[in-house]
Structure formats: C-alpha cells, structure tokens
C-alpha cells in the first residue's frame, strides 16, 4: 500500500493537482493527506472543500473519494458524487484509489460543465481520467511513499532527561503531541512510524 508524502503541517493544502478536459468540460483534481492520525474529521473535509467553492465559484460539482486506515488498521472509504448521476463521479475516483493502493488519502474533483452532457459512462471515464492524473503527477513528483503503520505512545521520565530525549525524538522524526511537565517527570504523547518510535523506546531503554 502506498500514502501520500505530508510536504508541510498544513493539510488543508493539497499535494498535487491536475486538469483532465474533455467536450468542455474541465475536470480538476487534487490530492490531500487525510489520515484519522492527523486531520481525519468531517470538519477538515468540509474546510477543504469550502475553500475550493471559494476559489471555483463558477465550478458546478465538488466531487470526493477518501480512504484512511482507522485506529483498528481498518480501511475506511467515503465518497459523494455531489449531484452527479448516482455513481458516476465519487464512486470511480473510488475505484481508482482502492485499485492504486493508496491510503489516508482525499481526493476532490471540481469540474465546471462545458454545455454538453457526457452522459454516464462519460461521466465515469472523465472522473477516472482526472483521478488517475493526479495519482500519476503525485508519483511523478516522487510524492508517493510506501506506507508504514504509524501509533502514539506516552513516555514518562525524570525531568533531566528531558533534553537528551528531546534530542532523540528529533532524530527518529517523531511528533510531539502533548507535553506536560509533572515536578521531577515530563509526560510526552508522541506519534509517528512504528519502526521509528521502537527505536526511541530501545535507546532510552538502553541508557
């Protein structure tokens, strides 16, 4: 399976874009980081596409597929074909995604109607098209990563050790997603790759 590469802490912007034509008809496709770890809410989709009615106001559909891995390590799919004909927009981008591997993924297209109707298997064909750019500009780009389950822990320690573990966090490229400080211990949840946060535990461990 395969994710997509977070370039910076803001998800509401998207990895990669690309424009499908087809009889007038503009099909514009993004990827974005959507991952039940980091930003997987309602909220943050509704935020996304939000943001691009505002930037397309003259667009005429804003059609979704997403997939996460949940907290179970199950696949989570969604998808709205946003009053396209029922199963021909969201549900191929869909297709698609299962069909490339590609996980704690969102994927939007906005397409703005050129004055001919595809009809269904157009409609189809068109949003595969655009789902199957983006996917292949994302994996020129080298924006596509093998995926690596990923868990949060909390470690508790003496506070004087809070540097040197600070210093170990940094380089096994960890989160940190709550700090407490409690007297003589420090109390940090820290998310990231397993592998990575395995290695933390065994060197401090080891000390």
């Known amino acids: 399976m395969y994710c997509l590469t977070a370039l910076n802490k803001d998800f509401t912007f998207p990895i990669a874009k690309a424009i499908y034509e087809v009889k007038q008809s503009k099909f514009i496709a993004y990827l974005y980081v959507f991952s039940e770890t980091i930003n997987h809410t309602a909220e943050t989709k509704d935020c996304i596409i939000s943001n691009l009615r505002t930037e397309h106001k003259k667009?005429?559909?804003?059609?979704?597929?997403?997939?996460?891995?949940?907290a179970n390590t199950q696949i989570v799919e969604s998808s709205s074909d946003d009053k396209e004909p029922k199963g021909s927009a969201g549900t191929p981008m869909l297709v698609v995604l299962r069909g490339e591997e590609i996980i704690d993924v969102l994927c939007i297209c906005v397409r703005?109607?050129?004055?001919?109707?595809?009809?269904?298997?157009?409609?189809?064909?068109?949003?595969?098209?655009?789902c199957l750019d983006v996917i292949a500009k994302a994996r020129n780009e080298s924006l596509l990563e093998l995926y690596v389950?990923?868990?949060?822990?909390?470690?508790?320690?003496?506070?004087?050790?809070?540097?040197?573990?600070?210093?170990?966090?940094?380089?096994n490229n960890?989160?940190?997603?709550?700090?407490?400080?409690?007297?003589?211990?420090?109390e940090f949840t820290l998310h990231g790759k397993a592998p990575d946060?395995?290695?933390?535990?065994?060197?401090?461990?080891?000390?």
């Open 59 to 70: 667009a005429n559909h804003f059609v979704f597929a997403s997939r996460i891995i949940n």
């Open 112 to 130: 703005y109607f050129g004055g001919i109707k595809l009809g269904v298997g157009g409609l189809v064909r068109a949003y595969t098209q655009a």
């Open 149 to 171: 389950p990923k868990q949060t822990i909390t470690i508790t320690n003496s506070i004087t050790q809070c540097d040197y573990i600070g210093y170990l966090i940094r380089i």
């Open 174 to 186: 960890l989160e940190i997603l709550h700090k407490e400080f409690l007297g003589d211990t420090f």
């Open 197 to 207: 946060i395995d290695k933390l535990l065994a060197t401090i461990k080891a000390r």
